[in-house]
């Protein structure tokens, strides 16, 4: 699904309460007002973490590897509907309330193309097991230029080197360690 730039959003506080005010997204990011949104990491029961590599078309780390389905929470929805719309937008999953588990919320406060994109957001974040083949994934063209299964190893090798590899974004290691131990206490590994 193609989004737009015409998507209003809840603004809340810098603490992530609700403030009662809806925006375009744009102005949110223009401005720096926070917002709510999503962050889905998709595993396996074998020990695998689904990654979504960034579209190359994306203005904020093209091509980086990252989280396996995010997005903005739209004005009046619920958390967990926003995970699992993401999730089939992207995707082209379809998730159930009761697969989701929150793990935690990631305050992120970042300026991008010299402060024209104020990022100011709370990514409130889920875990689910992938229970399908990741052939059977849809993802759309415009957000996602490739998916790959990873093992936890694997994944702790990529991090760190990250400041090196293209890999991640480096500067959200201590998010990425913070995914792998709820993963690896999920699997009870």
Known sequence: MNKTSEEYIDIVTESGAPTGKVALKDDAHRNGWYHNTIHLWLYTKNGEILLQQRSHKKSIYPLLWDVSAAGHVDA???LINAAIRET?????LLLKPEQLTKIGIHKHCKNYNN???????FHHVFIAELTVNIEELKPDDEEVEA????????FLYLLTHSQTNNHFVGENRDYYLFIVQKIKKSLKI
Do not use: A
């Not at 998916?147 to 694997?154: H, M, T, V």
């Open 76 to 78: 009046g929805e619920s």
């Open 115 to 121: 402060g024209q994109i104020k990022d100011y957001e």
């Open 147 to 154: 998916l790959k299964l990873i093992s936890i190893s694997e």
């Open 88 to 92: 089939r937008e992207e995707l082209g």
